[in-house]
């Protein structure tokens, strides 16, 4: 594989990946300048909080260690990567930053109402919204295996895009069965990817894949 190539074909992929681990820094600086409840009021979604946070919060990460963001990084590139050279530039944005933030906007109405809100940070919600929509999108890639065989250059596609159409439904189920308090974040952006998907391909039309 050309990883020049690889790398000039995603280049929104690449440079969220470069600003977040950017970002992380200004994180920390904040953290140690002003202290930790200061870098919660900047980057973190807070109950019942009007901060700069509200806006921030789903490109921020956990500041207590690497372990959040090196976790969403990976997934990010997995993710990112594959469905990137697929989708318009401007929809992979709608998706990773809208439906990410739309995502804390849900969850912590859920949490609210049950009257558990918490904190919120991460792309998770958001990269979770991203499997499911381009899932969904790219399924057909699994269905040629039954088709007149799969041709070897895109075996890896029918391994991720398989993997992701098990992953993305298994993630609502471990969230209520295993987490305790459910990570009502985490299952918005799953909800929220497929209702994106059902928005574009059953209500606007089917779109077509850019590869």
């Keep these: 594989m050309d990883l020049r190539a690889w790398i000039e074909r995603r280049p929104v992929t690449i440079g969220l990946l470069v600003f977040l681990m950017l970002w992380y820094g200004l994180e920390l600086v904040v953290v140690r300048v ?16 009007v901060s700069p946070g509200v806006v921030l919060s789903p490109i921020s990460h956990d500041v207590h260690g690497l372990g959040h963001l090196a976790a969403n990084a990976a997934m990010l590139l997995v993710v990112g990567g594959y469905a990137e050279p697929h989708l318009d530039r401007g929809e992979l ?21 049950f009257g558990t809100p918490w904190s919120l940070a991460g792309l998770s919600a958001d990269l979770l919204a991203l499997a499911s929509y381009v899932a969904l999108r790219r ?12 041709r070897t250059s895109r075996r890896w596609q029918w391994i991720l895009v398989t993997t992701l159409l098990l992953f993305v439904p298994a993630v609502p189920v471990f969230e209520v069965a295993f987490d305790h308090p459910t990570n009502v974040g ?26």
């Design 34 to 49: 002003a202290g930790e409840p200061a870098a919660l009021w900047w980057f973190y979604w807070q109950p019942f909080v």
């Design 93 to 113: 944005l709608v998706i990773l930053l809208g439906l990410g933030w739309l995502s804390f906007v849900f969850a912590n109405l859920v949490a609210a109402a």
């Design 139 to 150: 399924r057909r890639v699994v269905f040629e295996a039954n088709v007149g065989g799969l």
């Design 186 to 211: 985490h299952v918005m952006g799953v909800v929220l990817g497929c209702a994106y998907f059902v928005l574009q391909d059953g209500v606007l039309g089917p779109r077509r894949s850019r590869g």
